[in-house]
């Protein structure tokens, strides 16, 4: 079993321009903690902590599809149904862009954003 070091230099391995090769959850961490520093509305907070895996809102918004036609419907802890109309999938994607540069988010988490995004999309 790899001790907690090990894990760690695997996480930060270096690439050939020296940049870290971050791990998944990694990124996600750190996307994370950027994006909880910056002030948005709550409902994009909700948004944003159900791509990220995190409980910022109350309800908490537990799971997103993307219907057909590109809208975001969001399911409350709690509740049986995607019952939350959240807007525009493209809104979305030029949200996340836009908080982006506020948050100081790097191509790795601004990547990871939009990922999350294209899953739910094909969860339909």
């Known amino acids: 079993m790899a001790s907690s070091d090990d894990r760690r230099r695997q996480e930060y391995q270096m690439t050939d ?3 870290p090769i971050r791990d998944p959850d990694q990124i996600r961490q750190d996307c994370a903690r950027k994006l909880r ?15 990220l895996g995190e409980d910022w809102t109350t309800p908490r918004l537990v799971e997103m599809v993307i219907t057909p036609d590109g809208h975001i419907l969001g399911r409350p802890a709690g509740e049986p149904s995607f019952k939350a109309f959240l807007g525009a999938s493209e809104d979305l994607i030029k949200n996340i862009h836009g908080v982006a540069p506020v948050a100081e988010l790097d191509g790795d988490e601004i990547g990871f954003l939009v990922a999350k995004v294209a899953e739910i999309k094909r969860q339909w």
């Open 17 to 19: 321009d020296h940049s």
């Open 37 to 51: 520093a910056v002030q948005v509305s709550t409902h994009f907070q909700a948004i944003l902590g159900c791509l």
